[in-house]
């Protein structure tokens, strides 16, 4: 491991955020990566390695620190994902549709809710639908046939469009309380994702079944440091 400067000796400490890593997690998912160790981290959150997909350039695991955990999001439920997934939106340009769509057919149109903030989304008179029901997926079946999949589809679309909307203030003002320019969420995002990378190479590169560590962030800079190493890999945040 290469030996860097650490953030400790620049001008901000920056925020620490632990991590996780392990070769396979026993939580039903089985797969090998990465997971912040932050409180609201629900079982519904997989772990994650470096890979970044075709249309965006940074990994889920970067978008859990920079959309969700810096903004002031909760890793888990529909009201946090829609905030951050804006967030996402914003910073790299991308449709935020098709991570909706995704979870709308996944959780929502069965009516496997996996939080109770679900009702956020939808009309008032929908919600009072599918709450009078003698359980939810027999509540959503009954919206689904008198309104049709595509009508609840887009309910529940507009309801994650305008949550996420509604929270861009308070996302802003989550960065700005950690002491962190919300203008430079990008080029934060693309120093954590080469960091993340470095990070992850790691762990394979010496053969570790189980790691933990803390990665930092400050205006100028991210870190990482594995648990019981004095050296930290740093990578600048270029502006």
């Known amino acids: 491991m290469t030996r860097e400067r650490g953030l400790q000796d620049r001008d901000e400490g920056g925020v620490a955020i632990p991590a996780h890593y392990a070769e396979s997690w026993a939580d039903g998912f089985g797969v090998r990566g990465w997971k912040l160790d932050l409180p609201g981290r629900g079982a519904d959150v997989i772990a994650a390695t470096p890979f970044a997909g075709e249309r965006i350039p940074t990994s889920v695991f970067v978008h859990d620190i920079v959309d969700h955990h810096l903004c002031g999001f909760a890793l888990s439920g529909y009201r946090d994902e829609a905030g951050a997934l804006i967030q996402l939106a914003e910073r790299t340009g991308s449709d935020p549709v098709p991570d909706f769509v995704q979870i709308i057919d996944e959780d929502l149109m069965p009516g496997a809710f996996e939080s109770d903030d679900w009702r956020e989304l939808l009309p008032a008179s929908l919600v009072a639908t599918v709450e009078a029901a003698a359980d939810t997926r027999s509540g959503m079946a009954q919206l689904r046939q008198q309104w ?92």
Request: hydrophobic content about 50%; glycine content about 12%; proline content about 0%.
């Open 148 to 239: 049709g999949d595509g009508v609840l589809r887009a309910l529940w679309i507009a309801g994650f469009v305008e949550t996420g909307w509604r929270l861009a203030d308070a996302a802003r003002a989550g960065w700005e309380r950690h002491g962190l320019e919300y203008a430079a969420r990008g080029a934060t995002a693309l120093a954590l994702q080469r960091l993340f990378e470095r990070v992850d190479a790691s762990v394979l590169e010496q053969g570790w079944i189980q790691a933990e560590g803390e990665f930092r962030v400050a205006t100028d800079a991210v870190g990482f440091r594995f648990e019981g190493d004095e050296a930290e890999l740093v990578e600048c945040v270029s502006k």
